[in-house]
């Protein structure tokens, strides 16, 4: 079993709908949770950045994280084809910092 | 501010060669993590540095390399170049906001 799960879809949605996305962990030590929207053959931008569980708004997007399930979530609302992209949840431990990849999920949202 | 800053864009090497790839941080932050992210896979760690120091290093056999420099920027070593090293080589800089990646060094080993 990976360290993080992550569906690798491909989702498809159409313009203006709410997308959640999902990534669950084995690791109870991981105290950091983050987000990154990655374009074809560029580098991850980092969209959120959380460290309790709970809720965190960003805009339209909203990351949640439950630490007892060890379950975390990034929801994208009224998706533009802009967000079109692969989303990459990462954590990490508290000291070292080092952030742990899902391997992503695809993206597409249709005009 | 800038942003995280790598080169080259592109390199291309021979199978065999050894490749060098730079990587300078967002001003202020002191620590470097390099990844490799092949066609198809995820983000898969190689090299933490902090301080100048290697802190950690992920599962890679030692011709993979790197140092950093006094001023945080950092450089990854790959000696030996094997095919299977075509990659994107992303590296990474950290603050107490999160970890900001560059743009990436796309290698191709032929």
């Known amino acids: 079993q990976k360290e993080v799960e992550q569906d690798p879809g491909p989702l498809s949605v159409p313009e203006g709908a709410i997308v959640s996305l999902n990534c669950t962990y084995s690791?109870?030590?991981?105290?950091?949770f983050m987000w990154y929207r990655q374009y074809s053959r560029k580098g991850p931008e980092l969209l959120m950045y959380?460290?309790?569980?709970g809720n965190k708004e960003d805009g339209r997007f909203t990351a949640q994280v439950d630490k007892s399930s060890k379950y975390i979530s990034l929801f994208i609302r009224d998706s533009q084809p802009s967000d079109s992209a692969t989303y990459l949840c990462?954590?990490?431990?508290?000291?070292?910092?080092?952030?742990?990849f899902g391997r992503g999920t695809s993206l597409i949202v249709h005009p | 501010e800038a942003g995280v800053t790598q080169s080259p864009t592109h390199l291309i090497k021979t199978r065999g060669q050894q490749a060098t790839l730079r990587c300078s941080p967002i001003s202020g932050h002191t620590s470097v993590y390099w990844y490799q992210q092949a066609l198809g896979l995820g983000l898969q760690f190689l090299l933490w540095y902090d301080e100048g120091e290697e802190r950690n290093r992920g599962n890679f056999p030692p011709r993979f390399s790197g140092r950093q420099f006094p001023n945080y920027s950092s450089e990854l070593n790959v000696n030996a170049l094997e095919l299977e090293d075509s990659a994107l080589y992303l590296c990474?800089?950290?603050?107490?906001?999160?970890?900001?990646f560059g743009q990436g060094t796309r290698l191709t080993v032929v």
């Open positions: 990474a800089s950290r603050s107490n906001l999160g970890a900001f």
């Open positions: 959380t460290y309790s569980s």
């Open positions: 690791n109870s030590a991981f105290q950091y």
């Open positions: 990462a954590m990490s431990l508290a000291g070292s910092y080092i952030p742990t």
